[in-house]
């Protein structure tokens, strides 16, 4: 039997009319057998998404939490009683007494978090009629937080073994000693992906409010063009450079198993959305056709020079290490005679700079150390069957007729990182969007 896990995220689940919107799309497809869905998200622009109010109950637990509380219940309530789902049936008052005594007694950041996702897909579940498959029985943490992948797949597949139909929330697990633990923030993408593994999904569905990934970050260039499909690696490129699209940790899962994953919009289900796969269409070598473009500002440049240090083997090894001592994720790092500059986050920087460049003076006495913020990481990701020299000519073309200056670019396999001054850092997604993209069609 073809099986699909479609995972909904909390736009997709706000409130009762995209709630009864999800059960058409499940209607739609009888293959689409397991659920995972995020909280209740928000219905418009000034609403407070469910696991934001959670936070903030977590955070007044001394003090005065009534009315948070009171707004959690409302907005379940509300979605309920819109439905047709008797709140009795639910027991919503048993689940809001146990939330309140733990929040009194016993509060945990992460049980209170989680409660979210677990009410709604316990309201969505009885809803739908079909089963409800509480997280905590089938995701496994260690008791630190960290994902036990292994327990995890043994556990949801003893679990769903013979199940027709669940409903799974997203988020959170519980370690072997029951207490709760969750994803980072937008984790039921991983918990989507666990489970569309275990079951050998042929697709993972990603319903969002969004048409898809787009070519660019739409609040930098107006309306850009939905990607159709590309492969698993150009979306860990696009996400690491900041396209939000998935939780960076929701790929790997179906990715090891070849699962396709294809990211859809809840309000217009019948636009095909975004495919990311493994195989992708053999492109013209001739054609330089680009997926995406991406990118993250707030860098610091560290470059540090001292005559005759080039050839002197261990530098690089010295400063990397001082680096990863302290925490900083090297984002970009390049060498030249006598010299190197390392890119890394301003915000993560900052906070141990001190301690940084006095184990830098210590270990490694540079000549000169120069800092400089105001940096940006831009990425050019190429469908890799066409000519990057071409393309190569044409992301410098682009960004020098417009008069950006381009500090370094350089190729990595099927995507061009470019380093540019922040000031310039819009002005360069345009031209890049404009010249590779919209001036192509
Ligand atoms: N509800 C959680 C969040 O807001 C997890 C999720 O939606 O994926 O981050």
Same mark, same amino acid.
């Given at each position: 039997?073809?099986?699909?896990?479609?995972?909904?995220?909390?736009?997709?689940?706000?409130?009762?009319?995209?709630?009864?919107?999800?059960?058409?799309?499940?209607?739609?497809?009888?293959?689409?057998?397991?659920?995972?869905?995020?909280?209740?998200?928000?219905?418009?622009?000034?609403?407070?998404?469910?696991?934001?109010?959670?936070?903030?109950?977590?955070?007044?637990?001394?003090?005065?939490?009534?009315?948070?509380?009171?707004?959690?219940?409302?907005?379940?309530?509300?979605?309920?009683?819109?439905?047709?789902?008797?709140?009795?049936?639910l027991d919503f008052d048993t689940e809001f007494d146990a939330i309140e005594e733990q929040l009194v007694t016993n509060p945990s950041r992460a049980y209170l978090a989680s409660r979210g996702e677990y009410l709604q897909c316990k309201l969505i579940a009885?809803?739908?009629?079909?089963?409800?498959?509480?997280?905590?029985?089938?995701?496994?943490?260690?008791?630190?937080?960290?994902?036990?992948?292994?327990?995890?797949?043994?556990?949801?597949?003893?679990?769903?073994?013979?199940?027709?139909?669940?409903?799974?929330?997203?988020f959170y697990g519980a370690a072997a000693d029951g207490s709760i633990k969750t994803f980072s923030r937008g984790g039921s993408d991983v918990t989507g992906a666990l489970v569309a593994r275990v079951v050998d999904a042929s697709t993972y569905e990603n319903w969002t409010d969004v048409p898809g990934i787009m070519m660019a970050d739409p609040r930098i260039v107006d309306q850009p063009r939905?990607?159709?499909?590309?492969?698993?690696?150009?979306?860990?490129?696009?996400?690491?450079?900041?396209?939000?699209?998935?939780?960076?940790?929701?790929?790997?899962?179906?990715?090891?198993?070849?699962?396709?994953?294809?990211?859809?919009?809840?309000?217009?289900?019948?636009?095909?959305?975004?495919?990311?796969?493994?195989?992708?269409?053999?492109?013209?070598?001739?054609?330089?056709?680009?997926?995406?473009?991406?990118?993250? @500002?707030?860098?610091?440049?560290?470059?540090?020079?001292?005559?005759?240090?080039?050839?002197?083997?261990?530098?690089?090894?010295?400063?990397?290490?001082?680096?990863?001592?302290?925490?900083?994720?090297?984002?970009?790092?390049?060498?030249?005679?006598?010299?190197?500059?390392?890119?890394?986050?301003?915000?993560?920087?900052?906070?141990?700079?001190?301690?940084?460049?006095?184990?830098?003076?210590?270990?490694?006495?540079?000549?000169?150390?120069?800092?400089?913020?105001?940096?940006?990481?831009?990425?050019?990701?190429?469908?890799?069957?066409?000519?990057?020299?071409?393309?190569?000519? @044409?992301?410098?073309?682009?960004?020098?007729?417009?008069?950006?200056?381009?500090?370094?670019?350089?190729?990595?396999?099927?995507?061009?990182?470019?380093?540019?001054?922040?000031?310039?850092?819009? @002005?360069?997604?345009?031209?890049?969007?404009?010249?590779?993209?919209?001036?192509?069609?």
């Amino acid at each position: 039997m073809t099986t699909i896990v479609a995972k909904f995220g909390g736009s997709s689940v706000s409130d009762a009319n995209a709630i009864r919107q999800v059960a058409a799309i499940l209607a739609a497809n009888p293959a689409r057998r397991f659920v995972v869905s995020s909280a209740p998200g928000k219905r418009h622009g000034d609403d407070v998404k469910v696991t934001d109010l959670l936070y903030q109950l977590y955070a007044l637990r001394k003090a005065d939490y009534t009315a948070t509380l009171t707004a959690i219940r409302a907005r379940f309530i509300d979605i309920a009683t819109d439905l047709g789902v008797s709140a009795s049936s639910l027991d919503f008052d048993t689940e809001f007494d146990a939330i309140e005594e733990q929040l009194v007694t016993n509060p945990s950041r992460a049980y209170l978090a989680s409660r979210g996702e677990y009410l709604q897909c316990k309201l969505i579940a009885a809803f739908l009629g079909w089963e409800f498959i509480d997280a905590a029985e089938v995701i496994r943490f260690s008791k630190s937080g960290e994902l036990l992948a292994v327990q995890t797949d043994e556990a949801l597949a003893r679990r769903l073994r013979g199940v027709e139909r669940a409903v799974i929330p997203g988020f959170y697990g519980a370690a072997a000693d029951g207490s709760i633990k969750t994803f980072s923030r937008g984790g039921s993408d991983v918990t989507g992906a666990l489970v569309a593994r275990v079951v050998d999904a042929s697709t993972y569905e990603n319903w969002t409010d969004v048409p898809g990934i787009m070519m660019a970050d739409p609040r930098i260039v107006d309306q850009p063009r939905t990607i159709e499909r590309l492969s698993y690696t150009a979306l860990r490129e696009l996400t690491y450079l900041g396209a939000s699209v998935l939780h960076e940790d929701a790929i790997t899962p179906v990715r090891e198993r070849g699962i396709p994953i294809n990211i859809r919009n809840t309000f217009d289900p019948q636009a095909m959305g975004t495919w990311v796969q493994t195989s992708m269409p053999v492109a013209d070598p001739s054609d330089p056709a680009i997926i995406g473009l991406a990118g993250k @500002q707030g860098y610091t440049t560290i470059t540090l020079r001292k005559p005759q240090w080039s050839g002197m083997p261990g530098v690089s090894g010295t400063l990397f290490d001082i680096l990863g001592q302290a925490n900083l994720v090297l984002d970009l790092a390049l060498t030249s005679i006598d010299g190197w500059t390392v890119a890394v986050s301003t915000e993560a920087f900052a906070p141990v700079r001190h301690q940084v460049m006095g184990q830098i003076k210590t270990a490694l006495e540079p000549a000169t150390i120069e800092i400089e913020n105001g940096l940006s990481l831009l990425g050019v990701v190429s469908s890799g069957a066409c000519s990057e020299t071409i393309l190569t000519g @044409q992301v410098s073309a682009a960004l020098s007729d417009d008069g950006i200056e381009i500090l370094s670019i350089f190729r990595w396999g099927d995507l061009h990182l470019i380093t540019v001054n922040s000031s310039q850092y819009q @002005q360069a997604v345009r031209a890049l969007y404009g010249a590779l993209v919209a001036g192509r069609a």
